[in-house]
């Protein structure tokens, strides 16, 4: 099954993600199978730069976005009422 999710990256303390689609039984910060966007929690704002429609594109393909990536696609302006059961 996949899952659209965070990996992370940065130093200690120092976080920084990709949003990645990624086989939901691979490790966090394993092998995915395409890269999405960036979100990084340091800023102020938070900067979240996501590809919407690659990921509109792999929700219509029957990707599943975590509970924290559907959060940020929401920020950056994907609406996901219309494609949820």
Known sequence: ???IRLTRLGDKKSPF????????RKSRDGEYVDLLGTFNPLTTPEEV???TEKAAK???NGAQPTDTVKALLKKSGLDLSKKSK
């Open 1 to 3: 099954m996949l899952k």
């Open 17 to 24: 993600y990709r949003v990645v689609v990624a086989d939901s």
């Open 49 to 51: 730069k996501i590809d």
């Open 58 to 60: 792999w929700i219509a």
